[in-house]
């Protein structure tokens, strides 16, 4: 399944299931207990949901860093860890967000 995200001032966002199931799960608009296949954004959320996708990247850097650096202290090689991060999964997404907050207009996915 993929996830298209849409608004009227910006082209569509699409991620793959896991993905974007991630996305919504830092947001808040989903978890495992109330999927969300389909939703909205209104505008006045967006600051929040911008604010917990900042939060979330800066602690997978952070935990990524630690384990380098244990992996290190201990002489061992380091931790393969996924090569694409949050940073570069969300980053269109967190784009789409600030022009639809600039343009006061919502965001839905699964309409």
Known sequence: MLYQFKSKVTGNVIMLQ???EHVLEVIGKHSAADPSVKGILL????????????AAIVQEEAARDEAVAHAKADHEPPPHGDAIGLRQRALPFMDMIREC???NEAITWGV
């Open 18 to 20: 896991p993905n974007g």
């Open 101 to 103: 907050m600039k343009a």
């Open 43 to 54: 505008p006045e959320q967006m600051p929040q949901a911008l604010a917990a996708l900042e």
